[in-house]
Structure formats: structure tokens, C-alpha cells
């Protein structure tokens, strides 16, 4: 049982937020839904949180979340005790993780808008790990050297901290919106009403769900460590960030 009501998602209001408190809304085979959940639910190339559920008789670990019936679903360890719908839980997750997430996925917009203002490519694809991500782009061909190339520039941008800020705007202004076009806004279901939008002020802007960094300080230095062809107008380049907080 999905439980009754919604689910209150405050990662897309406040991607800094690593704990809440909330109430069980219902049970499933290897999981739960909550009333109000710090986890963001894997989507939009994001991976989802992990962490922990706590009440007061036990505690429960989170290994994936994932959105089942339009709700986040904490997937917990096999063998899990549930606790019961109603009870009062407190949600943690594991925020080293979900930050480096944050810097990669900023990092890969970035990226995205690097290459579209100075190599007038298109993203066709990409998807992120903690730490790690890929990008395919329209582009005609694609070598090491052209790697090193963005690497340089991308870090060049990086460094001038362009602020992340995240909008919500009324579906029939996103559609007007020439860099909401590019990013397809108008593939996104017609019941959303409300496009959510981050916006790196400057170098970036497209429809997204997914948690970001403030600024792009905060991404630290990015390496470009592959580049490969995966067909014609299909290019991808693989990026992680250094591990170290930039901070
Ligand atoms: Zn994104």
C-alpha cells in the first residue's frame, strides 16, 4: 500500500537538507513511503539517496529510492523490520554521498552548457554516479584532444562561481523559453504544469528535478577521463569530479 495523501519532497525545495522528520504513509514489499521525505527518488539521470529510517523501537536502512505510484519509495534492506504505518520517523541520508551527487550533476549541466555556447552542440543523453558521469552530444566527431579542451575550459568556468538558482515557471512560458526548447521542456508530460527550472546564471538553463549545488565553486575541478564515439552525431564523454570538497 502506497498509503493515502502525498508525499511532501523537500530535496527539490532544498537540496541542502540531509535530514526530517515524517510519518510512515504506507508499506510495500521491500519498502516504504513517508508523508514527508528528505530522499530524493532516482530520476532525470540523478541516482537516488540512501541512508536511514529511525523511529523509536529500530531503524531500517535505505538502499535505493525510487519513484513508485508518482511517490518516493525507500527501498530498505532485505530482511527489513517495517514499522508500521502512522509511526513517527526520522529520515537521515548519507550526505557525502548525495553532496558529491549534487557537484556532479551541477558539474554535467556545466558541461552541457560549455559545449552548446562554444561548440554549438546538443546533449542526446547522460547519466550520472556519485563522483561520475556521462554525456552524449550531437556532435560530428570527437577526440582526446577535444577532451582536453573542454576539460580546460569547463574548469576555466567552474572557478568564476556562477550562481545555481532554481525557478518555477507556468509550463506555457517554459515552452517560449529558447534554451528550455533545446533542452526538449516540451517532452515533459502535459498534466506538469509547474516546470521546474535550475538555471546557472549564465552558462546553463534547463527544465530539471534533480538536487544542485549553490555555485559552481562548489563543483571544485572536473576531468574529462574518456571520450568515445558511440555513432554518427553521437558523441560521449565521461567527467568526474575530484574528490576532494572544494570548500
Ligand atoms: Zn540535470
Redesign the pocket.
Known sequence: MAGTGPTEELAPQDSYLSTAEGHVLGVAEGGLYLDRTVFYARG???PGDVGTITWDEGSVEVVDTVRQDGKPFHVVAEGSVLPDPGTAVEGVIDWERRYLTMRT?TA??ALSGVIFRDFGAKVTGGNMTPGEARMDFELDAISVEFGNEVERRLNEELVKGYPTEIIVMAREIALQDPDLIRTKVNLIPEFVTDIRV?DIKGLDR?A?G?THVHSTLEVGRIEVVKTESKGKANKRMRIRVTKADPL
Open positions: 532525470g539521470g540523478q550533476h554535467l549541466h535550475v534547463q530539471d534533480g
